[in-house]
């Protein structure tokens, strides 16, 4: 019943906008149409199904579509960037889009993103290129669509063989959306280990990320922020190992259940101290259990090869090393007794997996000989839980 109300009341306000497109002019017109467009109650109706409605032609869409365009240019708000980029697309005129942007950026930066998007997709990689740097020229540092368009720009300038304009594009995409996909692609720059040193200091500056966000109507000014959590996991990336491994001490809870800040430490100091180029199974498993966690947007895959050309530009002390793995033992070994202990079977194979991974760094430190022998320890002291004994059976 609801959807066949929706599309009725779609129909009816089609027809509205038709009777209003044929009785009114210039700025009234544009103004009145806007409204009905943008209601709340609204599903989405395109230009081309305004112009197929009404038993007559519409006559001048020329002219409409120009002053359409010029009303959406000072309305503010994310609707009204929406179908100005629909109005510019409309007769397929990219040059008509970048003229859009250039001339309404300070209102609706998302133009310069669709722009860019637009150019990319249909390989116009020098003008992509130069739309891109004139954004990121005029735009404000920490506007989060700058980073996008960065990435974008980037993208072009490196199938023009612009590697200077890409290595200006990874720097301005982290400043102005300081992701870790975007931190990874500091470790490509000539002078990586110095842009992952001074990663520290820039987020800690950063605003604290706001945990509801209810201007839905005004994201394409949404700005650079970040939660606690993000920020702590950031400067275990640029190095400040002591620091997250100090504030993790202060927890004595045993390892979380996928909220606290030590969840994601932990397995992340187990590859990180991790000698062994070689990808194995257990390692994509681990990395596949916190890459939601740490808001990374690509595969565990991806991510361990990142975090692998990441572990080329950072150096700990042996006399670190010994401490962070006593360290690791201890959290595992308690976050095992907490889960198998206690019987939560249901988390059987997170308390396997993080055994196989301290195992694999073990056995990289010769400290160890193999993976099995730490794996049969827990078997052995948890030796009537056989569900578990199967779930570290499957890692080895």
């Given at each position: 019943?609801?959807?066949?109300?929706?599309?009725?009341?779609?129909?009816?306000?089609?027809?509205?906008?038709?009777?209003?497109?044929?009785?009114?002019?210039?700025?009234?017109?544009?103004?009145?149409?806007?409204?009905?467009?943008?209601?709340?109650?609204?599903?989405?109706?395109?230009?081309?199904?305004?112009?197929?409605?009404?038993?007559?032609?519409?006559?001048?869409?020329?002219?409409?579509?120009?002053?359409?365009?010029?009303?959406?240019?000072?309305?503010t708000g994310d609707q009204a960037a929406t179908l100005l980029l629909e109005a510019c697309l409309y007769q397929d005129d990219l040059d008509h889009l970048v003229e859009t942007?250039?001339?309404?950026?300070?209102?609706?930066?998302?133009?310069?993103?669709?722009?860019?998007?637009?150019?990319?997709?249909?390989?116009?990689?020098?003008?992509?290129e130069t739309v891109g740097l004139s954004a990121l020229n005029v735009l404000p540092e920490n506007l989060i669509i700058r980073g996008e368009i960065a990435n974008l720009t980037r993208a072009a300038a490196a199938k023009l063989a612009h590697q200077d304009i890409v290595d200006q594009c990874y720097k301005a995409a982290f400043q102005s959306e300081s992701t870790l996909t975007n931190f990874f692609n500091l470790c490509h720059l000539p002078e990586s280990k110095e842009n992952i040193q001074a990663v520290a200091t820039y987020v800690t500056q950063l605003p604290e990320q706001e945990v509801f966000d209810r201007d839905n109507n005004h994201q394409q000014w949404k700005t650079n922020d970040l939660s606690q959590k993000n920020k702590d996991i950031l400067h275990f990336f640029s190095g400040k190992f002591d620091d997250i491994y100090e504030q993790c001490q202060t927890d004595k809870e045993p390892l979380g259940w996928g909220h606290d800040l030590k969840e994601v430490v932990v397995p992340l100091f187990i590859l990180l101290l991790n000698q062994d180029n070689n990808l194995s199974k257990v390692q994509q498993l681990l990395s596949s259990r916190i890459i939601y966690q740490l808001e990374y947007k690509d595969t565990a895959e991806n991510f361990l090869a990142d975090v692998a050309l990441w572990k080329h530009h950072v150096t700990i002390e042996k006399e670190a090393v010994n401490r962070y793995i006593s360290w690791l033992k201890e959290e595992v070994d308690k976050k095992t007794e907490t889960i198998v202990g206690e019987g939560h079977r249901k988390s059987y194979d997170k308390a396997a997996l993080l055994i196989a991974a301290l195992a694999e760094t073990l056995v990289s430190h010769g400290l160890i000989n193999s993976k099995d022998t730490l794996l049969d320890h827990y078997k052995q002291v948890h030796s009537r839980k056989t569900a578990f004994k199967r779930e570290c059976d499957a890692l080895k």
């Open positions: 019943m609801d959807e066949i109300l929706s599309v009725e009341l779609a129909d009816l306000i089609l027809h509205a906008v038709y009777a209003t497109y044929q009785t009114e002019k210039g700025h009234n017109r544009a103004r009145m149409i806007y409204d009905y467009l943008t209601r709340d109650y609204m599903q989405p109706i395109n230009l081309e199904a305004v112009f197929r409605i009404g038993p007559e032609e519409h006559t001048g869409i020329s002219d409409f579509i120009e002053e359409w365009r010029q009303f959406l240019l000072d309305t942007a250039h001339v309404g950026y300070k209102q609706h930066p998302i133009l310069y993103l669709n722009a860019c998007a637009q150019l990319l997709e249909r390989e116009a990689f020098s003008m992509c």
